[in-house]
């Protein structure tokens, strides 16, 4: 599976960003598909998971009630729907992908098998 995220971009405080990733190379979308992003300087941290019904979704507390997860399964597509950015969301965001329907909404680095090339979003105060 490759992941190709994008949507990244300046953004000024206050402002909306959406993101997205597609998923490629086989037929079927990944059973959970989430956010990840890496400021600078900072380890790698989650952001947002959604499985594939949509049923399991889960937020990082600093980004709850800012943020939304979504998938079309038809397209393969994740989305990212943030809003009301703050100068500590920038960073570089990455989508990750996995297929094991027995964790629950993962949260963790280790638990994504498939990581896309990550997209830059840049907040200015």
């Known amino acids: 599976v490759q992941l190709q995220a994008s949507g990244g971009g300046l953004v000024q405080a206050g402002g909306s960003l959406r993101l997205s990733c597609i998923a490629s190379g086989r037929s079927s979308s990944p059973y959970y598909m989430g956010w990840f992003r890496q400021g600078p300087g900072k380890e790698r941290e989650f952001v947002s998971v959604?499985?594939?019904?949509?049923?399991?979704?889960a937020y990082a507390d600093s980004v709850k009630g800012r943020v939304t997860i979504s998938r079309d399964n038809a397209k393969n597509t994740v989305y990212l729907q943030m809003n009301s950015l703050k100068f500590e969301d920038t960073a570089v965001y990455y989508c990750?992908?996995?297929?094991?329907?027995?964790?629950?909404?993962?949260?963790?680095?280790?638990?994504?098998?498939?990581w896309g090339q990550g997209t830059q979003v840049t907040v200015s105060s």
């Open positions: 959604i499985n594939w019904s949509g049923a399991r979704i």
């Open positions: 990750a992908a996995d297929d094991n329907v027995r964790a629950i909404a993962p949260a963790s680095v280790s638990a994504y098998r498939y």
